[in-house]
């Protein structure tokens, strides 16, 4: 608290942002020097204060004026975004489908996808040496496909880059690859790489079942599924029995 009355009033002034009149007053008082120091740094502090309340104010004031007048032609403000966002996406499609000599994909009704000659996206760019394309064709009479080979003998590459080739072409892209004709896939599914959650309790296997069980419950008929080495999180046998129950399940549904 100040030392004596006369000094609480200038501080009941400053409260009253009359910074100029205590300021004054202060020069009236003797043996007052203490005080003196006090009242300049608390001076300064409500100076300081009130200048940054104002600042907030001003700014928070300028920025409703600018919704205010940005509400008048919202509707065409919206049209614009939306026209100027559809060019920006399909000008990044030609230009990448120049680039990279991707071609057109063919949508088809009829179920199946026929991929010739197609490439991962990413991989192809990164890569030192040439990226070695492949084909993949799934009809009526061929649904599944069991994919085996060496470590490092591109397995993962070849399920994801169909995923993404299928991908591409339903979002209206070319697609990195010689020929594709693709029927109807409502969804793309997949469940690939090893990783926990151990915050929530759930081990590497744990997950992995996690995203089986929900592969096997929503997928259908036109649904595009990837499960990379199902029951890698636990023995070899079981592992097996898995894996080759996972198999059978898709294969009937």
Not at 107 to 113: D, H, P, Q, Y
Not at 162 to 187: C, K, M, Q, T
Not at 205 to 232: C, H, K, P, W, Y
Not at 237 to 250: F, K
Request: some cysteine.
């Amino acid at each position: 608290r100040p030392p004596n009355t006369a000094a609480s009033s200038v501080i009941d002034e400053l409260t009253q942002d009359v910074f100029v009149r205590a300021w004054q007053k202060l020069g009236t008082f003797r043996g007052e020097s203490s005080f003196g120091t006090w009242l300049h740094r608390l001076a300064v502090n409500v100076i300081v204060e009130r200048f940054r309340t104002l600042g907030v104010a001003r700014e928070r004031f300028l920025y409703e004026q600018l919704l205010d007048r940005l509400n008048a032609d919202l509707g065409a403000l919206k049209s614009c975004a939306m026209a100027l966002a559809e060019c920006d996406v399909l000008a990044a499609f030609a230009e990448r489908a120049e680039a990279l000599n991707w071609c057109q994909p063919q949508l088809r009704e009829t179920s199946g996808i026929r991929i010739l000659r197609g490439r991962h996206p990413v991989v192809e760019q990164v890569r030192e040496q040439a990226f070695e394309p492949n084909d993949l064709i799934l009809d009526e009479d061929n649904r599944m496909l069991l994919i085996t080979g060496p470590n490092m003998g591109g397995k993962s590459t070849y399920m994801r880059q169909n995923a993404l080739i299928i991908l591409l072409a339903y979002i209206g892209s070319f697609v990195p690859a010689d020929e594709a004709e693709i029927g109807p896939v409502d969804r793309i599914l997949t469940r690939i790489g090893a990783g926990d959650d151990l915050a929530r309790g759930q081990s590497t296997f744990m997950v992995e079942m996690a995203e089986t069980s929900f592969i096997l419950r929503n997928a259908g008929a036109q649904s595009f599924v990837l499960m990379d080495e199902i029951g890698r999180g636990t023995s070899t046998y079981d592992g097996l029995a898995l894996a080759q129950a996972c198999a059978e399940a898709l294969a009937d549904g």
